[in-house]
């Protein structure tokens, strides 16, 4: 009976330790870690590289594109550290990217796996469709910031990262499952945050401010000479739901806060100031601040 014993528990050792070795390929959930990377690229009319300075945050002497392919788990772009830099290290929409010293990524973004995108503490991680000097910035400003077109079985998250300047800072379509937690939208033009189709979002601890206005020389000012479309903070659309808590909207041209009226949006612990109107077709919590289980009332400002 002690060698029967033994022997199963010998093999489900043996069992625990397979898995043991197998689990981490079969999951391929890793994080890496992206650099401030000095603006994002490495030609003349930005600043020099220096070793170990300028966001070179491995201090091997590369930012930008050069650091997405040379092999280890610290990428210069948002993108390459995703889906396009080295293909054995980056996380191909399946583990954790993390922003580790501030910097501007002049880039767009899709996500569509099982993503964490987060800014370290303390680290200011700007997707801007306009750098300066750039004419690509141009096209940039005629496109979402961060698109994230996920299936209904992932869950993207979203943390710490600042979107300014697109046409759409966060635009999150199709079946998503997404959390939005301590983001900013600046001066994007027709959506802060846009939600569609059947998407679910739950957005806290998120600031977005003046939607639908922005100073652009090329194609004329908005919301003074080119009207938005239609420039809400937040918006959720089609069969989309979701949650906005603890977050301030405000100086949006439209509606801070809009839904069809038949989709289930609830506000709760929600700060809006001088958006016209303020709420449009959304839901607000009870006075105990949730969402879950209050008697909701739908308000159109």
């Known amino acids: 009976m002690k060698s029967a014993r033994r022997t199963r528990r010998l093999a489900a050792l043996a069992v625990a330790g397979a898995a043991l070795v197998i689990a981490p390929n079969a999951l391929a959930n890793h994080p890496v870690l992206v650099e401030g990377n000095c603006n994002n690229a490495a030609d003349p009319m930005f600043a020099p590289l220096v070793a170990g300075t300028c966001g070179d945050y491995d201090g091997d002497g590369k930012i930008g594109t050069a650091e997405d392919n040379d092999g280890d788990r610290v990428f210069g772009t948002i993108n390459g550290a995703n889906t396009t830099g080295s293909a054995a ?6 583990g954790t990217i993390t922003v580790v010293t501030s910097g501007l990524f002049a880039e767009t973004v899709t996500l569509t796996g099982n993503v964490t995108l987060e800014a370290a503490a303390g680290v200011e991680a700007n997707l801007d469709a306009v750098r300066q000097g750039d004419p690509a910035s141009g096209a940039r400003q005629g496109q979402p910031g961060i698109i994230v077109n996920a299936p209904a079985d992932r869950q ?10 697109w046409t759409s800072g966060f635009q999150i379509i199709n079946n998503s499952r997404v959390a939005l937690e301590g983001v ?6 027709n959506y802060g945050i846009e939600i569609n189709d059947n998407a679910k979002v ?18 004329g000012d908005f919301p003074t000479l080119n009207k938005p479309n239609p420039g809400n903070g937040i918006e959720f659309d089609d069969n989309s739901s979701g949650t906005v808590f603890f977050t301030r909207v405000t100086g949006s041209f439209g509606a801070g806060v809009a839904a069809e009226r038949k989709n289930d949006v609830c506000l709760a612990l929600v700060n809006l100031f001088d958006n016209n109107p ?5 839901s607000r919590a009870s006075s105990n601040g949730s969402c879950t289980g209050s008697n909701r009332s739908r308000d159109d400002d």
């Open 202 to 219: 739950a957005i806290s601890d998120s600031e977005v401010y003046a939607t639908g206005r922005r100073v652009n020389p090329m194609t």
């Open 156 to 165: 993207v998250v979203i943390r710490n990262i600042q979107s300014r300047n």
């Open 184 to 189: 900013r939208a600046e001066h994007n033009i």
């Open 278 to 282: 303020n709420t449009q077709g959304v």
């Open 89 to 94: 290290t980056r996380v191909n929409n399946n």
